[in-house]
């Protein structure tokens, strides 16, 4: 089976809203249409009524599309820059408000003031050399505070100036050495040195693109809250689950995510890296990893076989690191049981659910993320669950991208 490009981020790049800024944690568009639209791997229909919840909303694809067909939705999601720029990214904005900023903006930075303008300022990343070089940095700190004092900071406030702010996250990353080729962030050999013209040349191209695409308003409600979805309490039963959790595959979405967080304010410190990444699904960055040395599962909880299975072979694996990347392991598959067992309470007779996921490999041991899921599910009183593969991932590795659906009857 070849691998799919459609069925990654990469498909969502120019498509409006989709595209305002490239995270890999997210998923494919063309994966929610599917499900909502007429080519269902699993059945034809089209979904016309009914409320959308995604319990892990990442960067909105979900409640976008929902709300691009017309369908409201409710999505959580415990990452704080993510649930800014979700909340941020699902609004509809006056274009009139939108003209103005743009103008607003280009004026200013045309302005004698901001040629004279000399504060800066750098936020405190480790290894930030390997990112931008020192002249770049200064440019991208001076624009910083220029537009800090212009505009406030990032506000969960339904405001034009978060569009501003998207812009410059855009711009951190298009002047980085980052490269995307992995499926984990990495850097090119040197960083390119930018002048202050193409820096703000860039600015100017990425709000562009973001104010055009912010006047198509999104024709349903898009509500996300910032939470736990360990312990999701709605004001509403849901019809529809569409969601792609974190996979247990050790990629942190604060690592990657760490440039965007520390330049907008979401981010300070390594131990605060260390503890965002504890309390989300799949965590195991900085502080995290050690914490799962002397985390201990809940031993009232009957786990499907294959992860026992699973989980041991990881352990007597390496006698170094085996013992933690299977208590990973067993963590992730409890957070994801935690999650399946709360949320029953918040859905309608017949909700139909689809989680995308992926399987992983620890020391030759294959972590069967389709099988467990399905037995997890079953426990719970969940009907049908089953599992189709999407995309093969890798082409060395038996690695597989699944899509599992399965109802729940009350
Ligand atoms: C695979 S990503 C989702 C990507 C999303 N489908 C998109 O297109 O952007 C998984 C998300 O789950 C979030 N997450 C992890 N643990 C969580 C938890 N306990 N509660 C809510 N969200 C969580 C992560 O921060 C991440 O954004």
Redesign the pocket.
């Known amino acids: 089976m070849a691998k799919n490009k459609d069925y990654t ?1 990469k498909y969502n790049q120019n498509l409006g809203r989709h595209g305002w800024l490239r ?1 890999t ?3 494919s568009v063309k994966l929610v249409e599917e499900i909502l639209g007429e080519d269902n791997l699993f059945s034809k229909k089209k979904i016309s009524s009914g409320t959308v919840f ?9 409640g976008i599309v929902a709300a691009e067909y017309g369908l409201n939705s409710m999505l ?4 704080p820059f ?1 649930y800014w720029f979700s909340t941020a990214k699902s609004q509809n904005y006056s274009s009139v408000d939108i003209d103005d900023q743009l103008t607003h903006i280009k004026e200013s930075l045309n302005s004698d003031h901001y040629k004279e303008y000399c504060k800066s300022w750098i936020p405190p990343m480790k290894n930030i050399e390997r990112w931008w070089d020192s002249i770049t940095l200064e440019h991208l700190g001076k624009l910083h505070e220029f537009l800090f004092e212009e505009l406030g900071g990032p506000t969960i406030r339904s405001s034009v100036s978060n569009l501003a702010w998207i812009s410059f996250a855009r711009l951190i990353i298009e002047s980085s050495a980052a490269d995307f080729g992995h499926i984990s962030v990495s850097f090119k050999e040197t960083c390119n040195s930018y002048e202050e013209t193409e820096i703000l040349s860039l600015f100017i191209k990425s709000l562009e693109y973001i104010s055009d695409s912010a006047k198509h308003s999104l024709k349903g409600n898009v509500k996300i809250i910032s ?4 312990n999701v309490c709605l004001d509403e039963k849901v019809n529809y689950v569409i ?5 247990p595959n050790r990629i942190s ?1 604060i690592r990657e995510l760490r440039p965007y967080m520390y330049w907008l304010g979401f981010l300070n410190s390594g131990e605060e890296a260390g503890e965002l990444d504890w ?4 965590g195991t960055w900085g502080s995290a990893t050690s914490k799962l040395s002397t985390w201990k599962c809940d031993t009232s909880w009957s786990k499907p076989a294959c992860l026992t299975d699973a989980v041991n072979k990881i352990r007597e694996s390496d006698s170094k690191n085996g013992k933690t990347l299977a208590q990973y392991v067993l963590k992730f598959f409890y ?1 994801i049981y935690l999650h399946f067992k709360n949320l029953i309470k918040n859905l309608e007779n017949g909700c139909e659910l689809y989680y995308i996921l992926g399987n992983s490999s620890f020391y030759g041991n294959m972590v069967h993320t389709d099988l467990i899921i399905c037995e997890i599910m079953k426990s719970l009183g969940y009907k049908n669950p089953v599992a189709k593969v999407i995309r093969k991932r890798n082409s060395k590795k038996e690695l597989f991208e699944f899509q599992i659906e399965a109802t729940w009857h009350t």
Not at 54 to 62: N, Q, V
Not at 76 to 79: F, G, T
Not at 227 to 230: E, L
Request: proline share 12%; with cysteine.
């Open positions: 981020f995270l944690p997210a998923y995604d319990p892990f909303c990442g960067t909105a694809t979900t959580y999601e415990i990452n993510l939470g736990d979805s360990r969601t792609s959790p974190p996979y979405y309390a989300a699904i799949g957070d």
